[in-house]
């Protein structure tokens, strides 16, 4: 089955850029999108496409793919952008998360 | 203003079944597509399955760890999406979400409903 790879943890220093891959055999063809989750809370979008940003979402939150990999990068990171990050792509036969990555910014 | 609302989780013993509801509100649910999502206590997001806006042969899919026991259906009458869970497991323990694909994929989601499979 089809599988995104996401790093376990990044940890950064505040205002620091803050990057978190997800690689995919599918992801040249499909897109990306990525998704916020802060504990206990719902997941929230934050980038869709590969590079668009939703309404009411910060500048911050830029997204780039280049051939098995998709990048969400943080600028300027700070301790309220702590949270749980999961990219998602489509296959033939449905959806799929990548495994999730835990944003420490201290 | 949009809203998921998810209902219907409980307690259920291995081999038993329920249903989860997803009710709408602020849109048409039959005009997008409706997804379920779930996620295991300290875990990741796993993806269950959708059900396409349009009627189709391959209207409804599922992951692979859920097919054949679950089934996901609509009544637009009452803009309310459903979860059906049989034979249920207890790696099936988890909040369960309902979200949307209207435009972009997931742009709202329900606030999660627990479900919990134990003897």
């Known amino acids: 089955s089809y599988e995104l790879t996401q790093p376990p943890s990044v940890s950064v220093s505040p205002g620091q850029t803050a990057r978190i891959t997800c690689s995919g055999d599918?992801?040249?063809?499909?897109?990306a999108y990525w998704y916020r989750q802060k504990s206990g809370q719902a997941p929230v979008l934050v980038i869709y496409?590969?590079?668009e940003r939703p309404s009411g979402i910060s500048e911050k939150f830029s997204g780039s793919s280049s051939g098995t990999m998709a990048t969400l990068t943080i600028s300027g990171a700070q301790v309220q952008d702590e949270a749980d990050y999961y990219c998602?792509?489509?296959?033939?036969?449905?959806?799929?998360f990548g495994g999730g990555t835990k944003l420490t910014v201290l | 203003e949009v809203q998921l609302v998810e209902s219907g989780g409980g307690l259920v013993q291995p081999g038993g079944s329920l249903k989860l509801s997803c009710a709408a509100s602020?849109?048409?649910?039959?005009?997008?597509?409706i997804h379920w999502v779930r996620q295991a206590s300290g875990r990741g997001l796993e993806w269950v399955g959708r059900?396409?806006?349009?009627?189709?042969?391959?209207?409804?899919a599922y992951a692979a760890s859920v097919t054949g026991r679950f089934t996901i259906s609509r009544d637009d009458s009452k803009n309310t999406a459903y979860l059906q869970m049989t034979s249920l497991k207890t790696e099936d323990t988890a909040v369960y979400y309902c979200?949307?694909?209207?435009?972009?994929?997931?742009?709202?989601w329900g606030q999660g409903t627990l479900v919990t499979v134990s003897s």
């Open positions: 979200t949307r694909v209207l435009v972009t994929p997931f742009d709202y």
């Open positions: 602020g849109f048409t649910l039959s005009d997008s597509a």
């Open positions: 059900m396409r806006s349009k009627p189709s042969k391959d209207a409804t």
């Open positions: 599918a992801l040249p063809k499909k897109y």
């Open positions: 496409e590969d590079t």
């Open positions: 998602y792509s489509t296959d033939s036969s449905g959806g799929v």
